[in-house]
């Protein structure tokens, strides 16, 4: 089993949509969760970290569940600039994060 | 924004050559790390260092090597590039703080195609 699971998509979603994408994790002494945004040929380029109580960033909302373990991410009202593959990642130990292999998203006119 | 910095951004150099994948950060950032992730594939992390002469292997075996002789500098190198080697190669920093992990900021990659 991977360290990190993610659906690789795409996720095809008309703009104005909400769209979420779920991220499991195998380590359940993981303490740091983070999102990244990558655009195409480009560097991962940090969205959000993850908070036990959840925390909101504008149109994004990112959740933890260390029940399950997994970290969610929510984008409301879907625009055409948000088309992207969102990362997840989470500490392997204190020196190491381990990235997922991302989600796609295509938000479409 | 992250003042992380990459040079070059596109190489593309013949088999056998000696190459050196310059990274540099002004944020006093003790860890370092060097990814290499294929188009539409995973980061994989191949080597990393939390501070000064320190240096480790990462999770994916790399005929790489990196030093680390000042905090703000961790350049690669390849001793005899090969095709296989073709690849985006990314730099990242954080800091050594109180919680377990740190977000990491990315420098922009160095594109390399060996031929």
């Known amino acids: 089993r991977k360290e990190v699971e993610q659906d690789p998509g795409p996720f095809n979603v008309p703009e104005g949509a909400t769209v979420a994408f779920n991220c499991t994790y195998s380590?359940?002494?993981?303490?740091?969760f983070f999102w990244y945004r990558q655009d195409c040929r480009k560097e991962p380029k940090l969205l959000m970290s993850?908070?036990?109580s959840g925390n909101e960033d504008g149109r994004f909302t990112a959740q933890l569940n260390r029940a399950s373990q997994y970290i969610s991410l929510l984008i409301r009202d879907s625009k055409l600039s948000d088309s992207a593959t969102y990362l997840c990642?989470?500490?392997?130990?204190?020196?190491?994060?381990?990235f997922g292999t991302g989600t796609r998203l295509l938000v479409s006119p | 924004e992250a003042d992380i910095y990459q040079t070059p951004r596109y190489l593309v150099i013949g088999t056998g050559k000696k190459i050196t994948l310059e990274c540099s950060q002004t944020?006093?950032?003790?860890?370092m790390y060097w990814y290499q992730q294929d188009p539409g594939m995973e980061l994989h992390l191949i080597h990393y260092s939390y501070g000064v002469n320190s240096t480790e292997k990462g999770d994916l075996s790399s005929e790489s090597t990196v030093s680390r002789i000042r905090t703000e500098h961790f350049p690669l190198t390849l001793e005899s590039a090969r095709p296989s080697h073709t690849s985006q190669y990314l730099c990242?920093?954080?800091?050594?703080?109180?919680?377990?992990?740190?977000?990491?900021?990315f420098g922009p990659g160095t594109r390399l195609t060996v031929l």
């Open positions: 944020m006093g950032h003790d860890k």
């Open positions: 990642a989470v500490n392997k130990d204190f020196q190491k994060l381990v």
């Open positions: 993850v908070y036990s």
């Open positions: 990242a920093s954080s800091e050594f703080g109180g919680r377990p992990n740190n977000e990491q900021f």
């Open positions: 380590n359940s002494a993981s303490q740091s």
